[in-house]
């Protein structure tokens, strides 16, 4: 694994998003994202999208994923989306600002134009369905559009990130 960047908010100022919009290129075929207690401003879904031009914009509408888990309380929830405008990678996240999203989302083969770009994730989360105290979250998801991926976004259209960090980093072929 070799570490190339990361993307923080400690806290006091949120931000919108935690994005990545350079060093995602050819030189690695699968791409790891480290997510630590990306705790989110109001409670809502985590969003990844994806760009093909260095993050000046961000794919909308072409996107299928399918996510699987439990909540605290045992009951089986799954989510599927057709022609979604990024990948829902957690549910309604909580606001508990001691644990917000933590995991990893592994994205393959993003300059591979021969295949579509996806990405697979394992995330754990405080979610707010029924007051529940977690989320444990699975899911798998890809682009219709096929194009080559440059950059990524990750964030809670429902509102800001108040804190956390995502620390990206390229598995090397051997």
């Known amino acids: 694994w070799n570490f190339i960047a990361s993307g923080t908010n400690s806290g006091g100022s949120n931000v919108a998003s935690i994005t990545f919009t350079s060093g995602i290129t050819s030189t690695y075929s699968m791409y790891v994202f480290s997510l630590k207690n990306i705790v989110p401003i109001t409670a809502g879904d985590l969003v990844m999208y994806f760009s093909t031009d260095a993050g000046s914009s961000y794919l909308s509408g072409s996107f299928n994923t399918a996510t699987w888990g439990y909540d605290a309380g045992g009951t089986s929830r799954s989510n599927f989306a057709t022609s979604a405008d990024g990948l829902h990678l957690a549910d309604q996240v909580d606001l508990d600002a001691l644990s917000g999203v933590s995991g990893m989302v592994y994205m ?60 990206m980093y390229g598995i090397a072929d051997s």
């Open 108 to 167: 393959v083969d993003p300059s591979d134009s021969g295949v579509r770009p996806s990405a697979h994730w394992n995330l754990g989360a405080h979610t707010n369905i029924n007051l529940e105290l977690a989320l444990f979250q699975v899911g798998s998801g890809f682009s219709t559009s096929g194009a080559t991926v440059t950059g990524v976004k990750f964030e809670f259209p429902s509102g800001n990130i108040e804190t956390g960090e995502i620390r």
